[in-house]
């Protein structure tokens, strides 16, 4: 059950932070730590187990 849950909150992560990067006029400082994010976030999805929406 703590595995579904945290696999949600990976999800919701995800999907925020890619909005996040494809928005052009965020600041640009950010974006380099918000694609780092983003990379350990998609390693620790796949380790969670992988899921349809990230294909």
Do not use: F, W
């Not at 999907?15 to 390693?43: E, G, I, P």
């Amino acid at each position: 059950m703590k595995t579904k849950k945290l696999k949600k909150e990976v999800d919701k992560t995800i999907k925020y932070l890619c909005k996040k990067v494809r928005d052009d006029n965020y600041m640009c400082d950010y974006k380099d730590s918000m694609a780092r994010t983003l990379d350990s976030m998609m390693k620790t999805r796949a380790r969670l187990g992988k899921s349809k929406k990230t294909k």
